[in-house]
């Protein structure tokens, strides 16, 4: 009985030290950013997951595509059914690694995040800067990068192709909270 009982606060002290090196996010910030001649357009995602691995650097990112809200609800349905087909491709994901995360100290820091971004069942490898700060209370992420809609296969009717930028800037803010 006396073994069963070192065995199990063992497994028990085990999952308590394992889950503090791994941070969670569930209401992460995404936006991206289209400015044209002819209109910028705007969307924003408040709902969107991260986990970092603060033992590896390692970070995964998902989010639904239908979570972006626009100012007009027609850009909204546009961007949903025509151009990035969310009722066939829900989710946009992130897998890479936050380099040299374990050398961070606790205060403001930049490092390079590398991994492979998947919009649209295409998949395109990502590397941009990032602003790190931990804290007593967790650890948030801030940064943005540029993307090319072609490189997503996201076609872009002539009739309102100068509407929409070729470029789209994505911007991301994460505040990650220890995980239970």
């Known amino acids: ?5 070192i ?3 063992a497994l028990l002290f085990y999952n308590s ?17 289209s400015h ?20 590896t650097g390692k970070i995964a990112i998902q989010m639904l595509m239908r979570s972006f809200m626009f100012k007009k609800a027609l850009m909204q349905e546009h961007f949903n059914e025509n151009y990035v087909e969310s009722y066939k491709y829900p989710k946009a994901t992130f897998s890479g690694e936050l380099l040299n995360f374990s050398g961070l100290s606790a205060a403001n820091n930049e490092t390079e995040i590398v991994g492979t971004l998947t ?9 941009t800067k990032v602003q ?3 804290g007593a209370d967790g650890i948030t992420l801030k940064g943005n990068f540029n993307v090319d809609v072609a490189d997503f296969k996201i076609k872009i009717p002539a009739i309102v192709s100068n509407n929409i930028a070729k470029t789209i800037k994505v911007t991301f803010e994460l505040h990650h909270k220890p995980y239970k």
Request: cysteine-free; overall charge negative.
């Open 17 to 33: 030290v394992v889950a503090q090196d791994k941070f969670l996010t569930k209401e992460g910030y995404v936006s991206f950013f």
């Open 7 to 9: 065995i199990v606060f």
């Open 132 to 134: 790190v700060e931990k």
């Open 1 to 5: 009985m006396k073994e069963i009982n």
């Open 119 to 127: 919009v649209h069942g295409e998949v395109k490898e990502i590397s």
């Open 36 to 55: 044209s001649l002819v209109e910028d357009i705007k969307a924003d995602n408040n709902q969107v997951l991260s986990i970092i691995d603060t033992v």
